[in-house]
């Protein structure tokens, strides 16, 4: 009874737009595969059951995860709508579902099985169903993982698309410090009001070249910061 497998209350929901996916997913089938192993264990306990009271009280066990596990494989749930989009997968998932009509089939208010029977449900929790959610699971991690990767190449493939334009916008910075540049030498040369005119116009072009140029510079300390962040979450998308 200690050992049992424990595992978060699932319920069954038709396809939602807050289904987010893989993650959920990959949850929810774990949670499955929880169920299906305590649904044996405690089929096998109901039949070695030494007192009336025991077998009373697994008995109340065994019919709560049976209906966990029926609600988690029945079909129409969001996770079974999204694993149909992995047709590799449909040999494993019939492994589920085929465990799911084995527990249907039994009565929803008493363990009624033999020894055997209760042991060949076990059987099938731990060498059928354990090794097929399994196999679900690896799957769909490694298709969030080539889900990853390829956000990741976009991200770098806009990154350089910026950074071409931020080349650009550098070069139009500097050549405006070399209007700026000689604009003041113009108003040297011309003296007089219009002179001075002419310098003030020159230092506003000094200071909006100065402005852009920080402007730049912070804008490229922010995109080398949001790389770096790119870089160490692909690291984490292994599993």
């Known amino acids: ?28 089938v774990g949670h499955s595969r ?18 009336d009271d025991e077998h009373a009280a697994l008995t109340a066990e065994f019919l709560t995860f049976r209906e966990k596990y029926m609600s988690a494989v029945s079909p129409g749930t969001d996770v079974g709508d999204y694993l149909s989009k992995f047709p590799d997968l449909a040999p494993h998932r019939r492994v589920a579902h085929d465990f ?29 169903v354990l090794p097929a959610t399994y196999i679900i699971i690896n799957r769909l991690s490694d298709h969030e993982t080539e889900q990853i990767a390829q956000r990741l190449i976009k991200m770098q493939e806009k990154s350089a ?3 071409g334009m931020l080349a650009e916008m550098t070069r139009i910075g500097r050549m405006i410090g070399l209007i700026s540049i000689n604009a003041s030498v113009e108003a040297a040369r011309a003296g007089g009001e219009s002179g001075r005119s002419f310098q003030v116009i020159a230092e506003e072009v000094r200071s909006l ?24 979450a692909g690291r984490h998308t292994t599993f």
């Open 34 to 51: 929880g169920f299906a192993l305590n649904c044996g264990m405690l089929a096998v306990l109901c039949t070695t059951a030494e007192s």
């Open 100 to 128: 799911r009509a084995a527990l249907a089939a039994l009565p929803d208010d008493r363990v009624d099985m033999t020894r055997t029977q209760a042991a060949d449900l076990a059987r099938c929790a731990r060498c059928d």
């Open 209 to 232: 070249a100065r402005q852009s140029s920080d402007v730049l510079g912070r804008m490229k300390h922010r995109i080398s910061e949001d790389d770096g962040d790119v870089v160490k």
């Open 1 to 28: 009874m200690n050992e049992m497998i424990q595992t978060p209350t699932l319920r069954a929901t038709k396809a939602s737009s807050d289904f987010s996916g893989i993650a959920e997913a990959i949850t929810k």
């Open 161 to 163: 698309l910026v950074d």
